[in-house]
């Protein structure tokens, strides 16, 4: 979707058409008094004060309405420059005015206003030449916004809109909004009963609900039977730690911001855990390891805690509490390059399955003049990044470097996926680390009986569940794979008199199998339509034709088509379906 704020010549017109906006709120509401209109991604936006009144829908057809009657009179928009005092004297009336012009430094600012018929409004700039140009637009939406984002200040009412420069433009904007809403993870999510969040919980705290469970079950079953054939050995760990823990792996200097704070218990301070390395560290230090030990790889579906401000929490895709699809390689150096390989074609291997092509591989590689941010080992840095590289160059994999963006232990692999809707998002990741193991003084002895300090993989595959399920959900606009869906086979009788036993026959027969049976007392085709709504991937349709013949007829989600098959034929293709994960 068009950023708005990366085109210039966008970002200027949605800037004027905010004006324009204002324009036509004044001429309809003539007490109404306005805080600031900036253009954004999206389009544009204005705070305004109308007192006790709140918009509607109503409100909003007849502002667009009065809008369109301006730019068809195609005044010229005129800039002004003014001194302070003259600019206190304008907007004497509008104390939100008069708050941005006292905060103005009248020796290096140089206050400018736009006029346009008879509306003025103090702005930067710049502007179109004229409102004739502001043809086509639309507005969007609207909310409460407090002044100055200040929950203690009075509530404003904030109206967002768009424009291009011709109708096409706006209506193929328009579209992708519209795609763009039916994905939305959040509106699929509450539809399907995915999760819901509440003000009680707290902001970025989702709560699964049944069917969400059982998403999340089936990928944490997918994802453990991979990781279980490849050698992966899983722990559960607690979700806090003790202050001294973070201190000891540098999080606590690296990372507090993004901490929830610590709170006491008896003698000890401890924190929500961010993350699950430190943990990791201490099982590996609970034995004695030697060099034909290695590697030795641990993993954990972990539930961690990062403070995101308020207004960044999104969903399941950002969130405060989550669960990471979390492991720890813990590797000699001369198995580094294997073990990182077979990370990366892990990756693979799960993107090939959801059927993921859109991604690119980032390598995020440490700024050498920050000594601050990274640890000061240029050997050990030189070392680590070139072995990254070596590998994904032997795999022929496209890729590209990120100076500045390693984590401060080590540099690290991830992977950008662009979703269907939205900017590109890092599922995957592969961190190098041959720090932390020297600060826990982890060891393993080698073939001559000395000890050694092993390297440690950090992988997150999924990276969180919270995260990759807001993908999938969005990718497939709700529509989950057979093996995924929460319901697999909705089974509808034709009548209930007559047909309902054997469709109770069938739920018996697919008990393995995620089954819901529809013996409502409801008219076939309205138990379609909500078979259809909750995006069922198979709905069985019962009637006397399948209770004679003893067989079942089916019909796939998106499809109009019905099929008739014996029972053994329906167990084979959904067998064959959910083993295939298409």
């Known amino acids: 979707m068009k950023n708005i704020l990366e085109d210039e010549k966008l970002s200027v017109l949605n800037h004027s058409c905010a004006h324009l906006l204002a324009q036509a709120v004044k001429h309809l509401y003539p007490k109404a008094k306005f805080w600031v209109g900036p253009v954004i991604a999206e389009g544009f936006y204005y705070d305004i004060d109308l007192g006790d009144k709140v918009i509607t829908d109503d409100d909003i057809s007849k502002i667009e309405h009065e809008m369109k009657k301006i730019a068809k009179d195609g005044k010229k928009i005129i800039r002004h420059e003014i001194t302070k005092e003259e600019a206190l004297e304008m907007f004497k009336d509008d104390p939100y005015k008069i708050d941005l012009i006292t905060r103005m430094d009248e020796n290096n600012t140089v206050i400018s206003c736009y006029s346009q018929g008879d509306f003025t409004d103090l702005c930067r700039g710049p502007h179109v030449e004229s409102v004739k140009e502001l043809k086509y637009f639309k507005l969007l939406k609207f909310s409460g916004a407090y002044f100055k984002g200040d929950k203690n200040n009075k509530m404003l009412q904030r109206i967002y809109g768009v424009c291009f420069p011709s109708e096409e433009e706006l209506n193929d904007y328009l579209q992708e909004l519209q795609e763009a809403s039916e994905r939305d993870h959040r509106k699929i999510g509450k539809n399907l009963n995915i999760f819901m969040t509440h003000d009680l919980v707290g902001k970025g705290m989702p709560l699964w609900l049944p069917n969400g469970a059982i998403v999340r079950k089936e990928l944490e079953n997918y994802i453990y ?140 590689l440490r700024d050498k003049s920050d000594k601050e941010k990274y640890f000061d080992d240029d050997k050990m840095w030189n070392d680590a990044e070139d072995k990254l590289r070596e590998v994904l160059n032997d795999l022929h994999l496209d890729y590209y470097e990120a100076i500045g963006e390693a984590a401060f232990y080590g540099p690290k692999l991830d992977v950008e996926v662009k979703p269907a809707i939205g900017p590109e998002v890092t599922l995957s990741t592969c961190q190098l680390d041959f720090l932390l193991p020297r600060r826990f003084e982890l060891s393993y002895i080698d073939s001559d009986g000395n000890k050694q300090i092993p390297v440690v993989l950090h992988r997150a595959i999924f990276g969180t569940f919270d995260r990759f399920t807001a993908f999938i959900l969005e990718e497939t606009k709700g529509a989950l794979p057979l093996w995924l869906s929460p319901v697999q086979i909705n089974i509808i009788p034709v009548n209930n008199e007559y047909h309902l036993e054997y469709a109770k026959s069938l739920k018996e027969m697919l008990s393995d199998y995620r089954v819901e049976l529809d013996e409502r007392n409801e008219k076939l085709g309205y138990k379609m339509r909500e078979s259809v709504m909750h995006k069922i991937p198979i709905t069985l349709i019962i009637g006397q034709k399948e209770v004679d013949n003893n067989n079942v007829s089916y019909r796939l989600y998106g499809s109009e088509d019905t099929i008739t098959v014996s029972k053994e034929e329906f167990i084979k293709f959904i067998e064959d379906k959910i083993n295939k994960k298409n």
């Open 225 to 364: 039977k991979k990781e279980q054939k490849l050698g992966y050995k899983h722990v559960y760990t607690p979700c806090v730690g003790t202050v001294d823990l973070y201190k000891t792996s540098g999080h606590w200097d690296h990372y507090k911001e993004n901490m929830f704070p610590s709170m006491k218990v008896d003698e000890e301070e401890f924190v929500l855990r961010p993350m699950n390395c430190p943990h990791h560290m201490l099982v590996y230090a609970n034995d004695l390891h030697s060099y034909r030990d290695l590697p030795i790889r641990i993993g954990e579906f972990a539930t961690d805690f990062r403070y995101e401000a308020s207004g960044a929490v999104k969903g399941l895709e950002r969130v405060r509490c989550m669960c990471q699809n979390d492991a720890h390689l813990f590797v000699r150096p001369d198995q580094i390059g294997e073990e990182f390989k077979k990370v990366v074609e892990l990756i693979l291997d799960v993107y090939h399955d959801f059927g993921i092509k859109n991604y690119k591989f980032r390598l995020s």
